[in-house]
């Protein structure tokens, strides 16, 4: 149900009610319309409160500002989601339903980026270090980990790969694999980028193979398998083992550990997440996300030649 309407001279839009909220900011946001997005989350504020929808809706006028480049604004909007998060988390857990996690997560990640982008790099991974160390055990971690990786993890030494179980073959630890290049391929069952990343890796394994590439890909179990169905940990293995060899039959060969460590490790919030190692163990290419064939082989042939 509608609540009213915005209008101007040349605007009439819908407030949005709770339950489209977010996607009516989202939306409006995509169509460069801050001040009507901002005029929604303010009337929906004052007739529902501070919410953690409402707090979500403000974490995406922030990612939009920095989207916008605009770092003032963008500072701002993740100043006031993060002030107001950790004011609710006085009465409640941060994890007791996920619009609240999302909110925080994007207002960390777009305080960081804006220091990044006004010169100070330094001071964003001391707020992302200080972050982590409080909310390491929850569901932010990988988004907190992802984002202090984007600024300080290329040229460091790659951190070891953790658990025992595995599909395939018997992962190597990644210091026996020094004076290889290695590619980490990190994916999830229900990742359709996932999938379409596979012919991309597969083709240029087979080119860079005989230069000493290793691909190495790891997964983790999310409690879920088919149509996000809950699943036990045996059902949910079973799963994956299927979708890995039926949509990843170009790399059935390629070792894949289970464990939600590497995933918080290597801030793999993001899947696919790939990450690049040079021939000395250390990080050359940290990309949350896909990478096209053109760009991704750039990168693998600049280590493969060192």
């Given amino acids: 149900m509608m609540m009213g309407l915005i209008c101007g001279v040349v605007l009439c839009i819908p ?9 009516d900011v989202r939306t409006l946001l995509s169509q460069n319309l801050f001040s009507a997005a901002e005029g929604e989350l303010r009337t929906y504020k004052s007739q529902h409160g501070v919410t953690p929808e409402y707090l979500e809706g403000l974490s995406w006028m922030a990612r939009g500002a920095a989207a916008a480049k605009q770092w003032q604004q963008a500072d701002s909007y993740a100043t006031e989601t993060r002030t107001l998060c950790e004011q609710q988390l006085a009465n409640r857990k941060l994890d007791a339903e996920t619009h609240l996690p999302t909110a925080l997560g ?16 330094p001071e964003a991974e001391r707020l992302l270090r200080s972050a982590l160390a409080k909310y390491g055990n929850t ?6 980990q992802k984002n202090l990786n984007l600024i300080a993890f290329v040229g460091r030494p790659a951190p070891p790969l953790q658990g025992t179980d595995y599909l395939g073959p018997k992962p190597p630890a990644l210091a026996s694999l020094k004076g290889s290049p290695v590619l980490l391929f990190f994916w999830a069952h229900w990742c359709v980028d996932c999938k379409a990343e596979v012919p991309v890796i597969g083709r240029l394994r087979q ?4 230069q000493g590439l290793v ?10 398998a088919a149509q996000g169905n809950d699943a036990a940990p045996a059902q949910e293995r079973a799963y994956i083992e299927a979708v890995r060899q039926k949509y990843y ?9 289970l464990s939600k460590q590497n995933f918080k490790t ?10 690049l190692l040079n021939r000395a163990g250390q990080v050359a290419i940290y990309h949350p996300g896909a990478m096209p064939y053109d760009e991704l082989r750039a990168a693998v042939e600049k280590v493969v030649a060192r």
């Avoid at 994007?106 to 790099?121: C, F």
């Avoid at 569901?139 to 907190?144: D, E, G, K, M, Q």
């Avoid at 691909?215 to 879920?224: A, D, M, S």
């Fill in 249 to 257: 039959s170009k790399l059935l060969d390629m070792p894949v550990p």
């Fill in 207 to 210: 080119e860079f193979a005989p």
């Fill in 215 to 224: 691909v190495i890909g790891p997964t983790q179990l999310y409690g879920y």
């Fill in 106 to 121: 994007a207002a960390y990640e777009v305080l960081a980026q804006s220091l990044v982008e006004q010169g100070h790099k």
């Fill in 139 to 144: 569901s932010i971690a990988p988004r907190l």
């Fill in 266 to 275: 290597y801030g793999a919030s993001t899947t696919p997440t790939l990450v």
């Fill in 15 to 23: 407030l949005a009610s709770q339950s489209d909220l977010l996607g």
